[in-house]
């Protein structure tokens, strides 16, 4: 509700609010599987209520050239007769421009990854995936040159360079994945990127450029070299104490290097940031690890002093994929218990990145193929059939809060509205008993339930004086009983295949949260005091009818 005075006079507990920006680098972008996804009309659902209730502004994804798109032809296509090869290649939008009219349709702009590689380009095929990824580097760098170059003068011709301008352009995903995301060599990918950066300021030199596009810190060598080396990561695997190992980036110290010594353009680093590592021990066997909850945090205050000690001091820092894991069968993605922890980190996080892109926003996701049951540990904020998660909601609540911080809290944030002056709250319960750790992976929902058992509600109690009187506020309360979808369908006997009558019946009870009114005094006070269970994610905004 709009203030009545000025905003320094607000008092949040008897103190004058001293402000501080906010960044919602949580809805600046979000991740997706694949661009063919994008085609289905569930996917563009997702996508258009992720916009339109989660605020999202980006989204990011695989797949732009492969094969399934039909962007880089060089037969046509002869369905039951022989292919016959074209003379010279040719280029074609279709599928391409339907996606990208929907991104655009939907209010939203493309974070543009720049990637995989045409089976007729790659120099080795089927890499990865369920839909086979070509994951190398290209056969001919000038082919690879014109496709980047012909499609971004498409996207210009279509969508007029203003809008163009406004896309960031990543260059690949995960090149330190030898042989998965890339098969060639570290010096390879660093030429590929020159090739590409180059060809885009080549076209105009307002498009914003970047990468690595690295996966996930390590704290050993394996990444030193031209290729990945699993037995220099083995004290990683058997170490007792992961969280006391000097976690680092993976190539962004010799990336930077290679394009300060050549000149090569660079607008914005890119990697991702998962709490988790998967190490091989001496004998081979991987070992899954998790990082304590706070290493998001920790290893963005590592990437924010290696950019200013760089020669690119103000390069803007973009983390395009980051989740509680990395794995699309891990149940606690569905959860309650994930709530709590993705604000935690977000708001510890805000303030030193441009984004930090969740990966990802819908359970539409073909890595692994299409996952077994609705609720399979999906990255999604939303199941496949639109079902919303505890996420989706843990989203809403930050999408709902102002851009300044009125009273920062060590379990949630007061802010406010620079545009309309609204005041707006949000607090999380990540138990203090889970002693800062972070949350491991699970393969199915039953084994998450253990975690309910684990912390004590936190007493919220807050007075705002200085507002409207008679203002009403909505108070949002996410917890076991309240929007916990999974638990329903855990409760339901966990169908493989919901019906309609029981789909319906979990979209009703996934959005069914414990909602209360609130009501400022007449003496212009907002008095705040509830019980936050654990777990449970709550907001405060004004009501809007």
Avoid at 30 to 48: S, T
Avoid at 120 to 141: I, Y
Avoid at 515 to 520: G, H
């Amino acid at each position: 509700m709009v203030l009545d005075v000025s905003v320094s006079t607000v008092l949040a507990d008897r103190e004058p609010a001293t402000e501080r920006v906010l960044r919602h680098v949580w809805n600046e972008c979000v991740g997706a599987g694949r661009a063919n996804e994008a085609l289905r009309a569930d996917w563009q659902a997702h996508f258009r209520e992720a916009v339109d209730v989660l605020g999202v502004r980006h989204v990011r994804f695989h797949g732009l050239f492969h094969d399934d798109m039909f962007v880089y032809r060089t037969e046509n296509g002869g369905g039951f007769g022989p292919y016959s090869p074209l003379p010279e290649p040719v280029y074609t939008f279709a599928y391409v421009d339907k996606v990208f009219d929907g991104i655009l349709d939907a209010g939203a702009r493309p974070f543009v990854e720049l990637g995989f590689m045409p089976r007729a380009l790659a120099t080795q095929t089927e890499t990865l995936f369920w839909w086979k990824a070509h994951c190398s580097p290209p056969n001919d760098m000038n082919r690879w040159v014109e496709l980047v170059t012909t499609t971004i003068r498409h996207w210009i011709d279509r969508y007029g360079i203003d809008e163009v301008r406004q896309w960031p352009f990543e260059v690949w995903n995960e090149p330190n994945l030898v042989p998965h995301f890339w098969t060639g060599t570290r010096t390879e990918y660093f030429e590929l990127y020159e090739a590409s950066a180059r060809a885009v300021k080549a076209i105009d030199p307002g498009i914003r450029v970047g990468g690595p596009s690295t996966s996930v810190f390590v704290p050993d060598a394996r990444y030193a070299g031209e290729y990945h080396d699993p037995a220099l990561e083995v004290e990683t695997a058997e170490t007792a104490d992961p969280d006391s190992l000097e976690w680092q980036p993976v190539w962004i110290h010799e990336f930077l290097a290679y394009c300060a010594e050549r000149d090569v353009p660079l607008d914005f680093l890119s990697t991702h940031l998962y709490p988790t590592d998967y190490a091989a021990d001496s004998t081979g066997r991987g070992k899954a690890i998790t990082r304590h909850a706070d290493a998001t945090r920790q290893d963005l205050e590592l990437m924010r002093a290696i950019i200013e000690d760089s020669p690119y001091p103000d390069v803007e820092l973009h983390i395009t994929e980051w989740s509680t894991s990395p794995s699309s069968r891990d149940a606690i993605h569905d959860t309650l218990f994930a709530a709590p922890y993705i604000v935690r980190a977000f708001l510890k996080s805000e303030s030193m990145a441009e984004s930090i892109s969740y990966w990802t926003f819908t359970d539409v996701f073909e890595e692994g193929g299409g996952g077994i049951g609705p609720f399979h540990g999906g990255f999604g904020f939303v199941n496949e059939q639109g079902l919303h998660k505890p996420t989706f909601h843990a989203m809403a609540m930050l999408n709902r809060l102002g851009d300044r911080i009125v009273h920062d809290l060590p379990y949630g944030a007061i802010t406010r509205s620079s545009g309309t002056g609204d005041i707006s709250a949000i607090f999380y319960n990540y138990p203090d008993e889970m002693g800062g750790a972070g949350l491991e992976s699970r393969s199915n929902y039953r084994s998450t339930r253990e975690l309910a058992l684990i912390g004590s509600p936190r007493g919220i109690r807050h007075t705002l004086e200085g507002l409207t009187p008679g203002a009403m506020f909505t108070l949002e309360i996410l917890d076991w009983e309240h929007g916990n979808v999974a638990e329903a369908w855990h409760r339901m006997g966990s169908p493989l295949n919901l019906s309609r009558e029981q789909t319906a019946e979990l979209r009703e009870t996934a959005d069914r949260l414990d909602r209360r009114t609130l009501t400022v005094s007449d003496d212009g006070a907002l008095h705040i005091d509830f019980a936050l269970s654990a777990w449970a994610v709550a907001s405060i905004a004004p009501q809007t009818h």
